[in-house]
């Protein structure tokens, strides 16, 4: 219900520290995953994305990895600012399929100075 | 700012009442999408557009929903009879391939 969808999973990391948030996607056939950071009233906004023929891509700051096995995915942070504070969602996709990106529930994080 | 442009940014309506939201996507993109997204949730798929054609629509898209993009360029997001909830925020994307790109989003509140 919709009281279930208001407790999103939450992560709070110390500035500076490194975070590292997960994601479990439910389409085997998905071959393309998405990033990214939505803050409060704002539209969700590209971080890093990743195909599934790598297990790892770098970014600034960020890295992501795939592990298609057990249908995982993780975003790492590196030296986490205050500005990182915001909701993070994975998305996946299907390249040659409807075009339509199926979002997971999300991960907020907190920075605690 | 990603480029891609929603208007407006926020819309209070009755119930009943029909309301319009525009998409301007970023202007090399052929691709549009339209995303319902509620408090506490990811964003949900409603529709996709390449260049004119409406090539997907999302079992959450209702009669009462009708999306346009008549020249390939603009999109519009129409809610006829709206029910309160339909109370969201209504995102709107482009990309030219797989990367996709979001507006600021129409949040849209229904009394």
């Known amino acids: 219900g919709e009281s279930v969808g208001l407790h999103l999973p939450t992560l709070s990391v110390q500035e500076g520290d490194n975070s590292i948030i997960n994601c479990a996607y439910s389409n085997s056939a998905s071959d393309y995953f998405i990033w990214y950071k939505q803050e409060s009233g704002k539209g969700p906004q590209f971080i890093i994305d990743i195909r599934s023929n790598m297990d790892k891509r770098q970014g600034q700051r960020v890295t992501v990895l795939l592990n298609k096995t057990v249908k995982h995915l993780s975003l790492q942070i590196a030296a986490t600012q205050p500005g990182d504070s915001a909701v993070y969602f994975c998305a996946e996709n299907i390249i040659q399929g409807a075009q339509k990106l199926v979002f997971g529930q999300g991960t907020r994080l907190t920075i605690n100075p | ?111």
């Open chain 2, 1 to 111: 700012d990603t480029g891609v442009s929603q208007d407006p940014r926020h819309k209070i309506t009755k119930r009943g009442q029909n309301v319009t939201f525009r998409c301007d996507p970023i202007s090399e993109h052929n691709r549009l999408y339209w995303y319902r997204q509620t408090l506490g949730q990811g964003p949900e798929f409603l529709t996709y557009f390449q260049n004119e054609a409406q090539l997907e629509k999302s079992r959450l898209l209702s009669d009462r929903f009708s999306a346009e993009r008549p020249k390939g360029s603009f999109s519009t997001l129409e809610i006829q009879r709206t029910e309160q909830g339909d109370s969201a925020m209504y995102l709107c994307a482009s990309s030219a391939q797989y990367e996709a790109f979001f507006g600021q989003g129409t949040r849209l509140t229904v009394v």
